[in-house]
């Protein structure tokens, strides 16, 4: 007999029918004459009931039966009495594939803390919460696929190995085959980057929308989609050593066509999540529901389906980076000195601002446009003000900064004045400077941050448990 994903039983088993189901033990009660399992093969979130006559099977077997141990079950489908389920599979015959002993086995039917989890990131998968965060993780990566190549957009890999600091903001992590204790020195000291495997220094990229540029400016529309690194100390539930963005590039977009863009693609996989994952976003909603059930009531957040619904639905509001500073500085927040760090013209926002324009004045994603060019990379289109660039930072409740984006800067000259200003080495970047030179025109882009994403769709709380293995300052277990 095939066996039969659970999924697919719940979903069209019919009683009378005699089927195979595999799956891991999540809990087994019972009474001295039939034991109650609830089997989960990862295909949903939702267990399948396993009834077991103890008096048909030897007791060995029984005693092998706990949270943890694979088995193969076969028997009849039979309608349930039970609440939650339609059917139940009653088994004929009871295969372990695999025991986990209970003295042993760290995945306990009980609430588990999130560090515990985080401890044993290898076995969390087996819990409801981190199956169904990494079903939407899957469920999502999809969805963007789906949607460039909807759009017409290629997809275009990036290089993870790079000599180039694509946001110039030096915080990346070298990749070398020298010796750490015995480098090779040139004359005056130095360590010898030509004798290294690439002949001059690489690193592992923090973006790929330089390469992304070459391509959109031929192919009209990229999107990249991989891992990015950056070697920031930021040991906050925002920040990954090694995170994935997706990037899209496109040719004759402007700052307009790009806010456009990233607000119909977010609203897009939003649909997709409440479209495609109900049972995963019921779970993660009921799941959030109980964790803050002890904070008061104005600290707790929408509902988590609310809460996809409502940025569904609603425009995200556009204004400037200065419109936003007046809103600050004029705010009770401020006047109360509830703010931890300064509101200034000229500083980069913080998270804390960032939440509060989103959630407690807007009450709604945000796009903030026009930074001060000081606070942004050398690549973006500088304004005819002198003092702001065309930037484009999308702010969602509960994350802050989900998206950072911009207008390029098109002109050769005026981008190699400011690559100058900023100490970008101009001579390197040269390969860069071609697409200004042959045929440049008003091209745009935004990074997507996918772990961000996956957060706010997720209800989740810490960035470090929506990524299988988390790669944190002091910590790169797995
Ligand atoms: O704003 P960022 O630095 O923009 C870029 O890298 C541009 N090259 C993107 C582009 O225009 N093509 O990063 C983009 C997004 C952020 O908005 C945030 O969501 C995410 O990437 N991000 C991080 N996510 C997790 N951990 C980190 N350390 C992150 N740094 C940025
Ligand atoms: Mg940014």
Not at 160 to 177: K, L, Y
Not at 199 to 221: D, F, H, I, Y
Not at 318 to 340: C, G, H, M, V
Not at 398 to 405: F, H, S
């Amino acid at each position: 007999m095939k066996r039969i994903k659970i999924k697919e039983l719940l979903k069209s088993g019919k009683a009378g029918e005699s089927v195979v189901a595999k799956g891991w033990v999540r809990t087994k009660r019972g009474s001295k004459n039939v034991f109650f399992i609830a089997l989960n093969d990862g295909s949903t979130i939702n267990n399948l009931q396993v009834v077991v006559d103890v008096n048909n099977f030897e007791d060995a077997l029984l005693r092998e039966i706990n949270t943890g141990a694979a088995l193969s079950v076969s028997g009849k489908l039979v309608e349930s009495a039970g609440s939650g389920q339609n059917i139940e599979l009653v088994a004929d015959q009871v295969e372990l594939l695999g025991a986990a002993d209970p003295e042993k086995y760290p995945i306990q039917p009980k609430k588990h803390s999130m560090e515990f989890l985080r401890e044993n990131a290898h076995l969390r998968f087996r819990t409801n919460t981190f199956s169904a965060v990494f079903r939407i993780r899957h469920a999502m990566a999809f969805a963007i696929h789906k949607y460039f190549n909807e759009k017409g957009f290629n997809y275009l890999h990036t290089p993870i190995i790079t000599a180039s600091d694509a946001e110039g903001a030096g915080q990346m992590f070298r990749v070398t085959t020298l010796d750490a204790k015995n480098p090779p020195l040139t004359e005056d000291g130095a360590v010898d980057f030509s004798q290294d495997f690439f002949g001059k220094p690489t690193n592992l990229t923090v973006s790929g929308q330089l390469e992304g540029e070459l391509g959109a400016l031929a192919l009209g529309e990229i999107y990249t989609f991989g891992p990015t690194f950056r070697a920031e100390n930021s040991n906050t539930t925002r920040h990954l050593a090694e995170f994935w963005m997706i990037e899209p590039e496109m040719a004759f977009y402007d700052l307009k066509d790009n806010m456009d863009l990233a607000e119909e693609f977010l609203k897009y996989l939003i649909k997709y999540a409440l479209e495609n994952c109900m049972d995963d976003l019921q779970f993660l909603a009921k799941r959030l529901q109980e964790e803050e059930k002890d904070k008061p009531q104005d600290q707790r957040s929408m509902d988590l389906i609310e809460k996809l619904n409502f940025v569904l639905n609603n425009d995200f509001i556009r204004l400037t980076y200065t419109e936003a500073i007046d809103i600050l500085k004029n705010s009770p927040y401020y006047k109360k000195k509830k703010f931890q760090f300064p509101v200034e013209w000229g500083i980069d926002l913080q998270s804390e601002h960032e939440r509060y324009l989103v959630e407690k004045h807007f009450k709604c994603p945000v796009i903030l446009t026009n930074y001060p060019k000081d606070i942004k990379a050398f690549y973006m289109k500088q304004n005819d003000d002198g003092k702001t660039v065309g930037a484009m930072d999308v702010l969602f409740p509960q994350i802050g900064e989900i998206i950072g984006g911009s207008q390029r800067e098109e002109n050769l000259e005026k981008l190699e004045t400011r690559m100058r200003e900023m100490h970008i080495p101009v001579e390197e970047m040269d390969w860069y400077l071609d697409t200004r030179r042959f045929g440049s025109v008003v091209h745009s882009g935004f990074g997507l941050g996918f772990e961000r994403f996956i957060l706010f769709v997720t209800g989740m709380g810490n960035i470090r448990d929506v990524i299988p293995f988390a790669r944190t300052p002091k910590n790169a277990e797995f």
